[in-house]
């Protein structure tokens, strides 16, 4: 059977990926998106009614039917997506639940449960215009009071809501219309919209209501699949929702056409890497994320099996500014001042196929975003720098608490060879490890933890990076005025031209005060069974317009 390999968009990690690839046993077929490894335009003016075209990977006729057995890494404290960033909630949440706007594979903003948008002349509204005789799985059609209830919900208690559209507020115009109202024009509100995580999944009303400002304990949405069973620690049992009411247009990123074409998803939670190897090579499971990258040779030795590789974002240590140590820039400096970056990503990564060395918060093809302000502060190795900073930070020995997990073990390999080399400084660091969920309670506690390794996915903008922005409330708690100030005025520039000399000065000012340090970019890396067709990515898996011919 002809191997398959999907390619991520054009990239500095796909150039240095392509040699390699086109020597492998894999011959490539086109992807019209990104395939995940399984972890996490400017848009504010005119209409968005006609979303951009792509490309189905789909044949002309796919399958249909069948179960697709997922092996999933992490398992998943919430499936409300308004409350978290976390992959291990976003990659389930999304196939259920559905968004006002998404973005296509170009990360540009697009309707999916608004039929357009129309931005005011002043930027101050914008109005949703919502499709008609879309229904929740519990077979009541949605409204504007549906939307109005999710989406002011989400202002609420989402890291996005608060940080970026403070004083917004949702109105219901009449039943089948909304509106946002903004308290100042922003260059990026339809991108925060469009956010993947936390996402502004649109819910009944009533389950809203019933669950107040705390996460939702049911599970109703939009999407082409509906919860079927979730059985905590084990598994999460998705089914095709028979009614789900699809956009017209062509498939494209998140945006357009939707179909369930099997009839059953299965997310076993595997935490064990070497168990979701053995899993996928037996066909026990159809597709495994997050693969390490010492089984690559396994994988294409595999007959029946192909691996597939995306962006996958940026690996980071985030402090804890709000108690302890690292409350003080000055300890903050002298950690990256003493970390040897390339070490630790070969410990997390194995290969240097699988990583770049890079200073920026964005990567390097997000033009408009991506800056390189800042760069001698990255990748330092200076361990007599280091003790200084640290001898000027007050550090009496006292211990230093790495939160990390094995449930993802270049989180884990890259917390070993940081703890090695903060050592050597004189810092007494531990780790503290635990699985996925119970990390991420964790890091809510201020008192238990110094610093988290954590990666983020891509991101449209930087302002969807939950760690920047003081009023996100974002575990580590970044407490300045003057990233907040910058943040506002990169938001509140004419054009993403006259906002550049803001994001360098933006990037300058984060390698200064060190809310994290970016290790790198990275790539994911997952199996997929070959009877599996039209895998996509776009900041996570798509695993609608996904067939098997596996009966």
Not at 64 to 71: D, E, L, P, Q, S
Request: aromatic share 8%.
């Amino acid at each position: 059977m002809e191997k398959r390999r999907s390619l991520f968009t054009d990239s500095p990690l796909k150039k240095k990926l392509l040699p390699i690839l086109l020597a492998s046993v894999f011959a490539l077929t086109a992807c019209g998106g990104q395939t995940t490894g399984g972890h996490t335009s400017e848009g504010n003016a005119g209409s968005g009614s006609t979303p951009a075209q792509g490309n189905s990977t789909q044949a002309e006729s796919p399958a249909t039917g069948g179960v697709i057995n997922i092996a999933y890494p992490a398992k998943a404290a919430t499936l409300d997506p308004h409350t978290t960033t976390n992959a291990s909630t976003k990659d389930i949440a999304r196939q259920i639940f559905e968004p006002l706007v998404t973005l296509n594979s170009k990360y540009e903003v697009v309707p999916m449960l608004a039929e357009s948008y129309e931005v005011s002349q002043d930027g101050l509204s914008i109005t949703f215009p919502l499709r008609k005789g879309v229904k929740f799985h519990n077979g009541k059609e949605m409204t504007a009071d549906d939307v109005v209830a999710s989406m002011n919900k989400w202002l609420k208690v989402s890291t996005q809501g608060k940080a970026n559209l403070s004083g917004a507020a949702f109105t219901a115009k009449d039943p089948s219309t909304v509106v946002l109202t903004l308290q100042k024009p922003s260059l990026l509100t339809l991108h925060i919209l469009a956010d993947t995580a936390p996402f502004p999944a649109i819910m009944p009303k009533e389950i809203i209501e019933e669950s107040g400002v705390e996460a939702v304990k049911t599970f109703i949405g939009t999407g082409p699949f509906q919860l079927e069973e979730w059985k905590q620690d084990q598994y999460v049992h998705l089914k095709k929702y028979p009614d789900y009411a699809s956009r017209t247009e062509a498939s494209d990123g998140l945006g357009g056409k939707k179909e369930a074409l099997v009839d059953d998803l299965y997310f076993h939670y595997v935490t064990d890497e070497s168990t979701r190897v053995a899993g996928i090579t037996t066909g026990e499971y159809d597709i495994a994320f997050s693969i390490p990258f010492d089984n690559a040779e396994q994988i294409e030795n595999s007959p029946d099996v192909s691996s597939f590789v995306s962006e996958g974002g940026m690996t980071t240590f985030v402090f804890n500014k709000k108690s302890g140590l690292f409350s003080n820039v000055k300890a903050r400096q002298a950690v990256n001042a003493a970390l040897d970056i390339e070490e630790i990503l070969i410990s997390a990564y194995r290969d240097s196929r699988y990583y770049t060395l890079d200073s920026g918060l964005a990567l390097p093809n997000q033009s408009d975003w991506h800056s390189q302000a800042g760069k001698e502060e990255y990748n330092q190795h200076n361990l007599d720098k280091a003790k200084q900073l640290l001898a000027e930070s007050g550090y009496k020995g006292e211990e230093v608490t790495i939160l990390v997990t094995r449930d993802y073990p270049d989180y884990y390999n890259a917390a070993v060879v940081a703890q090695q080399q903060l050592q050597a400084i004189g810092l007494n660091a531990k780790l503290d490890v635990y699985d996925w969920p119970t990390m991420q309670e964790r890091r809510k506690d201020e008192k238990v933890w110094d610093f988290f390794v954590v990666g983020f996915a891509v991101r449209p903008t930087l302002h969807q990076l939950p760690f920047l922005d003081s009023r996100g409330g974002y575990p580590g708690w970044t407490n300045s005025p003057e990233i907040d100030k910058l943040l506002d005025e990169i938001q509140s520039a004419p054009s993403i031209a006259e906002a550049k000399p803001l994001v360098d000065q933006l990037q300058a000012l984060v390698w200064q005060e060190l809310p994290i340090i970016k290790l790198g970019n990275r790539v994911n890396m997952a199996a997929v069974a070959n009877h599996v067709q039209g895998l996509q990515d776009v900041i996570g898996p798509i695993l609608w317009n996904v067939s098997t011919t596996k009966k």
